[in-house]
């Protein structure tokens, strides 16, 4: 049993894997290594592992990867390689010595992360280039909000700062791509300013998120009449290449002078009044109010945890059999989510799931739920496994507008997969009332891919 579990490691390993003797000639290598590197292995075998490597990387590098193993039994790093038909890539490799049945051998695993490197560097672009627009729109704002209050001191008005973020932006991104997205961005403004003075102020804040700043408001009625007009123009279809495109946002603002503080703080507290807005079923607005400072405060800390464990894949997944009684037959799994805190350690559902309902983070955790179960359930499949996987999702979550066409988008990187083993359980909750809502996409989902839901 052990032996056939580790030649399936050996064989289906995501990883390149190759095995020298002590002579530093290649005994074995798996499949994956000759994906990665179009060498078959009738061309490995019996060759040294410096066949693999690019004429850039010197051989005073290959006799020191040696020594270490020599010294230390191990090495790991990056090393520049070169395929059989002579394109080059960069590799994450790892090499232990190992002894069996009396002899040494050497064994090396090996990843191509020449896409990685080359999104890093992207993103790192990205980065300068956003941090430089937001230093210029922090300015422009400061700018503007230090000349509208001067105003508004004299005139003895009101100044709205709100903080505005687009509602589940991230999908029109996942399905439309960046480019689409980033074009539907440069309309905001503009759309946003309809229901503007001429003499208030949008600026974009960072991604999806937008800063206004609003004269001449007399009172909270005033302030949120106002906001409720940004979002109905927000509301109405953006046409990108000529595509319709619906997106909602929600807004969080304070009044200044009620409000007194830096333009920074203000932000801040009409940011976490932005969340609030969230919690409260989006598209909506939120006053900031000093007295529940405190509990927004806590509120948005624990959203903000649990958006970066969502980033930062801190939840896994358990599966549970599903067993027919009468023989013992294991026919599938049901996926349970768990949370590997780095200080609480495993947490059940229990002690955080309640916090995202009704936010954005119940669709991102849903989401992830969804690509970790299809990515599970491709496995078992290449394995020669039939089992049926299903997984939890809740109500609100199916009833988003783009739920179909973003599970037909994640389906799409599995060709082959059998989607018929896939199974939706819908949560029973205060929400159950939205299944009237997602009656279409339930039958899009049996009819398209064969998805049942319980």
Known sequence: MRNTLLENAFKFAHEGIVITDEHQKIVDINEAMQH????????LIGSKPQILSAESQNKVFNQSLWQSLQRNGFWQGEVSNKRKDGSHYIARFSVKRINAHGKVFYLGHLSDITTDRKYRAVLSDLVLNRNSHQILNKNRLENEFSHMSTLADQKDEKLVVAFMDLDEFKSINDIHGKVTADQLLEKVPERVRTALKESDSIVRYGGDEFVLIIGGVSSHAAATDI??????????????????????????????????????????????????????????????????EVQITERNQQLREIATAISEDQFVLFYQ?????????????????RWQHPKRGLLSPDKFIDQVYDTELEVSLGQWVIRQALKQLAAWQQDGHNYQLSINLTAYHLSTADFFDWLQYQIQHYPGLDTSRFQIEILESNRLSDLSLISNVVEFCKSEFGITTA
């Open 36 to 43: 990665i590197t179009g060498y078959s292995r009738s061309d």
């Open 321 to 337: 059999p599903k067993v027919t009684l009468s023989t013992g037959h294991i026919f599938g799994f049901e996926a349970l989510i």
């Open 227 to 292: 906001i409720n007009k940004v979002l109905s123009a927000i509301s109405l279809p953006f046409i990108i290449n000529d595509v319709p495109m619906m997106i909602t946002a929600s807004v969080g603002y304070t009044l200044y002078p009620e409000d007194k503080g830096s333009l920074d703080t203000l932000i801040r507290h009409a940011d976490q009044c932005m969340y609030k807005a969230k919690l409260d079923g989006k598209s909506t607005v939120v006053a900031y109010d000093p007295g529940e």
